[in-house]
């Protein structure tokens, strides 16, 4: 009940001090804990990392690394901070954050408001013994000389304590960022990323999975050379995808031509059907993660089906409260016991054709 009221409260603020309230109430535990389902079926090995489950929370919402582990006890079997750049921004001009509740969606033109690698460098080394996988999404600042050199950066100021890295070159509100993902600026990326990455690794005797996260405003020639550049490169994974600037037919009309990238349902068949896309260029030949529209159970599964072998959420946070990942968990489990489905990594890619033109 007392969640309940809380929700209903956040929608009476303007939504970025809903955020801020929300991160507060996590930190001083008004958010009850949920509990993490152990179950074999749907604790899965990915990028070497055990995962207790394969549904988290994607980046956006804990910019700033302030409550990663109390997001895991939300019932996520992970989580991923930032997006993160080397100097602290201030974003875009507000008002940059709007909500669409009729459709379930937001939209927004934040532009990497974060704090920057120092203040985040502190949070993580203070969790550092603490369990729970915690993906650190990396990302340049929009005055930097050399885009690719503040993700060399964010890998090695946080090589020993993030799980995972997300090099997000496909948030929409960075002017000139989405060019990183095309042609010959792509191959650089992924090179010097790369390259980065290895030097560290030697040192310190563990690779640390680089994951790429892309849009979802791609059409066939722009996949087909993403595809060619990922094949050459030593990526461990794609995340499919990020916010759209299309907007789909949407019922709220009064938010709907603000500039910035929409997420939440209206991006669901958009960003499955490029996950699809990706997976039938690319095979089984890297891990996918699906984003984009999950907002139940079912669009757990049809990610999977489609071709991720994790998932991840957040704008249905906002909308289905903090209830949400451990009902989705337990409702995935019940769906494999009911189907006979052995192990939660069956589903992936099983019905990759359906989403294809």
């Given at each position: 009940m007392l969640e309940a009221c809380l929700m209903n409260a956040a929608f009476l603020l303007p939504p970025e001090?809903?955020?801020?309230?929300?991160?507060?109430?996590?930190?001083?535990?008004?958010?009850?804990?949920?509990?993490?389902?152990?179950?074999?079926?749907?604790?899965?090995?990915?990028?070497?990392?055990?995962?207790?489950?394969?549904?988290?929370?994607a980046a956006g919402y804990d910019k700033n690394a302030e409550v990663p582990d109390e997001i895991l006890h939300l019932g996520f079997g992970f989580t991923e901070v930032g997006t993160v750049t080397p100097k602290p921004q201030s974003g875009n001009p507000q008002p940059r954050l709007f909500r669409l509740v009729e459709?379930?969606?937001?939209?927004?033109?934040?532009?990497?408001?974060?704090?920057?690698?120092?203040?985040?460098?502190?949070?993580?080394?203070?969790?550092q013994n603490n369990p729970g996988?915690?993906?650190?999404?990396?990302?340049?600042?929009?005055?930097?000389?050399?885009?690719?050199?503040?993700?060399?950066?964010?890998?090695?100021?946080?090589?020993?304590?993030?799980?995972?890295?997300?090099?997000?070159?496909?948030?929409?509100?960075?002017?000139?960022?989405?060019?990183?993902?095309?042609?010959?600026?792509?191959?650089?990326?992924?090179?010097?990323?790369d390259e980065k990455s290895q030097q560290l690794a030697d040192i310190q005797g563990l690779r640390k999975p680089v994951i790429l996260?892309?849009?979802?405003?791609?059409?066939?020639?722009?996949?087909?050379?993403?595809?060619?550049?990922?094949?050459?490169s030593n990526l461990d994974g794609l995340a499919i995808s990020n916010t759209t600037l299309a907007r789909p037919l949407l019922k709220n009309q009064t938010n709907?031509?603000?500039?910035?990238?929409?997420?939440?349902?209206?991006?669901?068949e958009i960003s499955t059907r490029i996950l699809a896309e990706m997976r039938n260029r690319l095979g089984?030949?890297?891990?996918?993660?699906?984003?984009?529209?999950?907002?139940?159970?079912?669009?757990?599964?049809?990610?999977?089906?489609?071709?991720?072998?994790?998932?991840?959420?957040?704008?249905?946070?906002?909308y289905g409260g903090p209830g949400l990942p451990s009902r989705i968990v337990s409702e995935l489990k019940d769906y494999l016991e009911k189907n006979n489905i052995a192990h939660v990594s069956e589903l992936t890619g099983s019905q990759t054709g359906s989403w294809l033109k």
């Open positions: 001090n809903a955020h801020k309230a929300s991160i507060l109430a996590l930190k001083t535990g008004l958010v009850s804990h949920y509990p993490i389902i152990s179950d074999p079926r749907i604790m899965i090995r990915i990028f070497d990392l055990d995962f207790p489950s394969p549904l988290g929370l459709d379930e969606a937001v939209i927004n033109r934040l532009g990497f408001n974060n704090q920057g690698h120092e203040a985040m460098l502190g949070r993580m080394q203070a969790r996988i915690v993906g650190i999404n990396i990302g340049a600042n929009k005055d930097s000389a050399d885009f690719v050199a503040d993700y060399e950066a964010g890998i090695e100021k946080f090589y020993p304590y993030a799980s995972y890295f997300m090099v997000n070159v496909s948030s929409p509100n960075t002017p000139g960022l989405r060019d990183l993902q095309m042609g010959d600026a792509l191959t650089v990326l992924l090179n010097r990323v996260k892309i849009a979802p405003d791609l059409d066939a020639k722009q996949m087909d050379e993403i595809a060619k550049a990922v094949t050459k709907a031509n603000e500039a910035g990238g929409l997420s939440g349902k209206p991006l669901f089984d030949r890297l891990p996918m993660i699906g984003i984009g529209g999950v907002a139940n159970t079912a669009d757990v599964i049809s990610k999977l089906q489609a071709g991720a072998s994790l998932v991840q959420l957040y704008t249905s946070l906002v």
